[in-house]
């Protein structure tokens, strides 16, 4: 891939060090992987939040469920 001068691509993150955790929305890891995902806020307020925000719960999961290589976890509240 082709990017201008200075840009990094969006498909990439920088990797963190062994023993660190990255974290982010759903939302900045659609299209990227990670050794393990945890899903918080799985509840009445998420869902609330997400029927707010007008967002498909099911396109939501399935964007969180799938960028995991090894292991998912998820965190009901």
């Known amino acids: 891939m082709v990017t201008p001068r200075g840009l990094t691509p969006a498909t990439t993150m920088p990797k ?42 099911f396109d939501l999961l399935y964007v969180g469920l799938t960028r995991a290589r090894y292991r998912c976890v998820v965190i009901p509240n």
Do not use: C, N, Q
């Open 16 to 57: 963190a060090p062994p023993g660190r955790v990255r974290w982010g929305s759903i939302f900045k890891y659609k299209g990227l992987d990670a050794e393990a995902v945890i899903i918080t806020d799985i509840g009445d307020d998420g869902l609330a939040f997400i029927h707010e925000e007008g967002i498909d719960w």
